[in-house]
């Protein structure tokens, strides 16, 4: 399971460490794509293809799952880590969540996000979530 919150810089290069506990459960290889509201998503290839088995079922007729599956799949690329434990971020990648230097990773469960520092935290700040835990408990998460 991967969880926690880790600060770190991306380098001239675009390379990021990735923290030694999420290195442990993504293993040497992994696929970073686009995710919503502006960040990276990092899945593990387990998580990956679990992902790609629900995106491949999705009726090729409906234009939102044509429009879904192309925001996922056309920005994924596998990533390795290098024996510093960085990976190279594309730059189409880098661009779209604007990374330049301070991101925050966070643990997800089955994925890690990437995010611009500052984006999250105004992200972090913005939300009430007294409002969104009512909204989940009427769908029995709490």
Known sequence: ??????????????????PAKFREELGEEFVVT????????VFPNESWKEFEVKLSKLPLTNKNA?????????????????KQGR??????????????????????LNRIEIWN????????????MDEIAEQLDEMGVL
């Open 66 to 82: 044509r429009e879904f599956t192309r925001f996922f799949v056309s920005g994924a690329t596998m990533c390795e880590l290098d």
């Open 117 to 128: 520092k500052d984006k999250w935290v105004e992200k972090n700040a913005a939300q009430n």
């Open 1 to 18: 399971m991967l969880m926690s919150e880790f600060n770190h810089a991306i380098d001239t290069k675009g390379r990021l460490i990735i």
């Open 87 to 108: 990976i190279l971020l594309p730059a189409t990648l880098r661009e779209f969540a604007c990374l330049e230097k301070d991101v925050v990773l966070s643990g997800m």
């Open 34 to 41: 686009k995710g919503l509201d502006g960040c990276l998503y």
